[in-house]
T-cell receptor, first 114, second 113 residues
Framework: NAGVTQTPKFRVLKTGQSMTLLCAQD?????MYWYRQDPGMGLRLIHY???????AKGEVPDGYNVSRLKKQNFLLGLESAAPSQTSVYFC?????????????FGPGTRLTVL | KNQVEQSPQSLIILEGKNCTLQ??????????LRWYKQDTGRGPVSLTIMTFSENTKSNGRYTATLDADTKQSSLHITASQLSDSASYIC????????????FGTGTRLQVFP
């Protein structure tokens, strides 16, 4: 049981380049999330999904797109990377509705945009 | 504005000593409060969760308290170990939206031998 995995672990992009971050979970969770973590700030929600084929905007969605074609995978795309998107990105999943259900986090992807 | 504030920002203690981390929140309405531990280079891992009616919850050497009236929580670590070196994040869920979590900025704890 790997839990939540993220690929890649590290990436350096030039301004304007595009990339996709992959999140996979093997816990059969319905809900999945993408967060970014920046120094001196709490984690901020980018996008989330409440089930296969659904996506919704979070707190800071601009410049990102997501897709949930399969229940176990949640993709985060950057179409034209900007230096402001330099951050550590975390994916999380939880079994279903209800704030008492724990979100399980992946190990993170450190992205640098030059 | 919903906010979660933690103090201190960073803390250094010697192995074997106790410490207490603080969390104040202005989230309303309140659903639950969770403490996460985040090791360097890793994702956060849940330590405890408390709802409105709970005022203390333990997980091994970690004990969390909650005062819903004053909107304060604390995380007490007993007999610290080197492996306790990490960031500790207080996270509050507002009951009007069960999918929105408000994260504190964390307390960075370093335990030295």
């Amino acid at each position: 049981n790997a839990g939540v995995t993220q690929t890649p672990k590290f990436r350096v992009l030039k301004t304007g380049q595009s990339m996709t971050l992959l999140c996979a979970q093997d816990m059969n969770h319905e809900y999945m999330y993408w967060y970014r973590q920046d120094p001196g700030m709490g984690l901020r929600l980018i996008h989330y999904s409440v089930g296969e084929g659904t996506t919704a905007k979070g707190e800071v969605p601009d410049g990102y797109n997501v897709s949930r074609l399969k229940k176990q995978n949640f993709l985060l795309g950057l179409e034209s990377a900007a230096p402001s998107q330099t951050s550590v990105y975390f994916c999380a999943s939880k079994v279903g509705m209800g704030s008492y259900n724990e979100q399980f986090f992946g190990p993170g992807t450190r992205l640098t945009v030059l | 504005k919903n906010q979660v504030e933690q103090s201190p920002q960073s803390l250094i203690i010697l192995e074997g000593k106790n410490c207490t981390l603080q969390c104040n929140y202005t989230v309303s309405p309140f659903s639950n409060l969770r403490w996460y531990k985040q090791d360097t280079g890793r994702g956060p891992v849940s330590l405890t969760i408390m709802t409105f009616s709970e005022n203390t919850k333990s997980n091994g050497r970690y004990t969390a308290t909650l005062d819903a009236d004053t909107k304060q929580s604390s995380l007490h670590i007993t007999a610290s170990q080197l492996s306790d070196s990490a960031s500790y994040i207080c996270v509050v869920s507002a009951s009007y939206n069960t999918d929105k979590l408000i994260f504190g900025t964390g307390t960075r704890l370093q335990v030295f031998p």
